[in-house]
């Protein structure tokens, strides 16, 4: 028998979904806007069912591979894309672009302080790792974050010289409590770059991002960008995979890493994957909006059961994550086996903290999906270390989200009494 909710639980929930009802006409507004786009986009490219067709081997002339990267181009406004199930994952697709485009003695610069754990590990400084940039003879600098956790100009503008090749720009906050950025945001830290070294490459990390807005990073300024598909531009439908988006040149030479030099985009097979990745494209905006409502909703919730919550219900959002102070190793893992009890697979399992690869604290995640590991389904994660933050994401429902979040908040009760 399933576990009823007490009735404090239920009247805070009540409370919660009259409170948050005022924001959530915003985000079906993007929706339909971001919908219309990718609709316009798929008419436009001539999107047919004899793309959908299976290829294999090398992969020659894959005319659906092709008219999905087309299909991506048109939606981000870029002049190439390269969007391959060949991506294992958000970090891979942006490992990708930086292998593929820096080279021994250029610098990267991180204007968004310390990248996410993960990429620490790609580039190697902070945490040492075979076959990073820095075993390359790639140099990086990061520009810290001002008290208030937004781009401080002037550290940036001291980090940049002669050497510095791209900068990294991270839409997400990642595991930390500072602000996400906005595509506004993002177009002002891009103009600033360009002002310093017009020739300084503008690389956008865009996971979690994706029509969030009605406009995107490569509308502003960024010169390449990459993210998930198991994530935001997947739907919840795409199996696997990853994009990159930006200027031809840039797109190629990240094409060189993903296969080899010479052989680039023109190979990859797309095995069966190809009406996925269409089908869950042109159903994101939806998703995602469920994704946004869901964190809008857990933001009232939780901070009327009196935790902090990062953003706040009425901030302007630059992705769908929603911060939330647990303060104690405890309710942490409480809270994520409470989002495990209320997921549709393996609600049986009880997470635990485990030393995962690419980060230096252990991390517990919660996520019975249906693609494993992908955030825009629901999940809640976070890493041991305080304040023992976890960061919920996702919700192909807006009414999962919802009882998720009670069945977290069940946990959490739970543990007091």
Not at 277 to 298: D, E, N, R, W, Y
Not at 395 to 401: Q, R, S, V
Request: hydrophobic letters at 40%.
């Amino acid at each position: 028998m399933l576990e009823l909710f007490s009735e404090n639980i239920l009247k805070v929930k009540e409370r919660a979904l009259k409170e948050c009802k005022q924001y959530f006409s915003n985000p079906d507004k993007i929706a339909e806007k971001n919908t219309l786009k990718i609709l316009n986009a798929m008419r436009k490219v001539k999107v047919s069912e004899a793309h959908f067709n299976t290829s294999t081997g090398y992969a020659y002339d894959d005319i659906g591979r092709g008219k999905l990267e087309d299909l991506y181009a048109e939606i981000f406004k870029t002049d190439s894309a390269l969007v391959r199930t060949q991506f294992v994952s958000g970090t891979h697709t942006l490992s990708t672009v930086l292998f593929g485009i820096l080279r021994p003695g250029d610098e990267l610069v991180s204007v968004m302080g310390k990248p996410y754990d993960t990429m620490r590990t790609v580039i190697g400084y902070e945490n040492p790792s075979p076959g990073s940039l820095k075993e390359f003879g790639i140099s990086y600098k990061e520009a810290p974050l001002d008290k208030d956790g937004h781009v401080d100009f002037a550290a940036v503008k001291r980090c940049i010289n002669k050497n510095t090749k791209m900068v990294l720009i991270q839409r997400s906050r990642g595991y930390s409590l500072r602000p996400t950025l906005t595509v506004n945001d993002i177009g002002e830290i891009c103009a600033f770059i360009k002002n310093i070294k017009p020739d300084c490459i503008c690389f956008v990390d865009n996971c979690y991002g994706e029509f969030i807005e009605e406009k995107e990073p490569t509308e502003v300024g960024a010169d390449i960008m990459g993210g998930s598909l198991i994530k935001n531009p997947g739907g919840g439908i795409a199996p696997t995979g990853g994009y990159i988006v930006g200027r031809k040149d840039l797109v190629e030479l990240a094409s060189y890493r993903m296969t080899s030099p010479g052989m680039g985009a023109e190979l990859g097979a797309s095995l069966e994957n190809n009406r996925l990745l269409f089908q869950g494209l042109f159903v994101a905006p939806h998703v995602v909006a469920q994704a946004v409502k869901s964190a809008i909703f857990a933001a009232v919730f939780f901070s009327d059961l009196g935790y902090i919550t990062r953003p706040n219900a009425s901030a302007k959002r630059g992705d769908i994550i929603q911060a939330i102070e647990l303060k104690t190793r405890e309710n942490l893992i409480a809270f994520c086996h409470g989002i495990q009890k209320y997921s549709p697979v393996d609600s049986f399992a009880a997470p635990e903290p485990w030393d995962m690869p690419g980060y230096t604290d252990q991390i517990i995640m919660a996520a019975g999906t249906f693609v494993q590991g992908a955030s825009i389904e629901l999940s809640a994660d976070g890493p041991m270390r305080e304040p023992f933050s976890v960061y919920m994401q996702g919700a192909l429902t807006f009414e999962h989200g919802i009882i998720a979040a009670m069945g977290a908040a069940q946990e959490l009760e739970n543990l007091q009494d």
